[in-house]
């Protein structure tokens, strides 16, 4: 069954340095994508970043980068230069295909704690 | 931003009663799904979209219904609420298929059942 495994239920770092959050993901699909979110305490889910499971390059979008690791099924999250706005829920996600149809299946997310 | 409006944003009802939660979007993706999130259980799929008059149940569906109608409504209805459906609920629009298309979701509506 497709799982997304996130096993820190919580991080702190240090402003201006840089993070790595978890995320392991089961699939037996060859064609899946990876997905980032972050989740303030407003309440509002934005989207960071994407990685397609054909990608040969890890996504990159500013100071977010993606570690990708299809061998060890992991895609971990890089924060650089955290700001004290980053602090936040992040939720890892994959898509996969069920019975025809394309689903999103996210992991339980991870709560930052940016100090200053 | 992208152009997704949930209403309410904030609802509270007793048990048995029903329920409809809106969400409305600008922006003429034919994708449109409704999650929920809970504690300790990140965001599960309720039901989604894929056009109008389109739709398909997903990990969580039971005890909800949904309907579109036209492209930029996505209607959840609760037909008699439990206080399990207790949640936040967030509607999310997408452009093309979920495997490289990112969901972009509304600000939530926090559903109480008492």
């Known amino acids: 069954a497709q799982k997304i495994t996130q096993t820190q239920p919580g991080m702190f770092v240090q402003e201006k340095e840089a993070v790595t959050l978890d995320c392991t993901y089961d699939?037996?699909?060859?064609?899946?994508?990876l997905f980032w979110y972050k989740q303030p305490s407003s309440g509002e889910m934005i989207f960071l970043i994407y990685?397609?499971?054909?990608?040969?390059q890890n996504a990159t979008e500013g100071r977010y980068s993606l570690n990708f690791q299809k061998a060890r099924k992991s895609a971990n999250l890089v924060i650089s230069a955290s700001q004290l706005g980053d602090s936040a829920m992040y939720f890892c996600?994959?898509?996969?295909?069920?019975?025809?149809?394309?689903?999103?299946?996210f992991g339980k997310g991870t709560k930052l704690t940016v100090n200053p | 931003d992208a152009g997704i409006t949930q209403s309410p944003r904030h609802k509270v009802t007793e048990t048995g009663t029903p329920v409809t939660l809106r969400c409305h979007q600008t922006?003429?993706?034919?994708?449109m799904y409704w999650y929920r999130q809970d504690p300790g259980h990140g965001l599960r799929l309720i039901h989604y979209?894929?056009?109008?008059?389109?739709?398909d149940k997903g990990e969580v569906s039971d005890g909800y219904s949904v309907s579109r109608s036209k492209t930029e409504d996505f209607l959840l209805t609760l037909e008699s609420a439990t206080s399990s459906q207790t949640s936040v609920y967030f509607c999310?629009?997408?452009?093309?298929?979920?495997?490289?298309?990112?969901?972009?979701f509304g600000n939530g509506t926090r559903l109480t059942v008492t």
């Open positions: 999310a629009i997408s452009d093309g298929q979920i495997d490289n298309s990112p969901l972009h």
């Open positions: 699939t037996s699909d060859p064609s899946y994508g």
């Open positions: 990685q397609g499971s054909y990608d040969q």
């Open positions: 996600a994959m898509s996969y295909t069920q019975g025809g149809s394309e689903k999103l299946v």
């Open positions: 922006e003429n993706h034919r994708y």
């Open positions: 979209s894929y056009g109008v008059k389109d739709t």
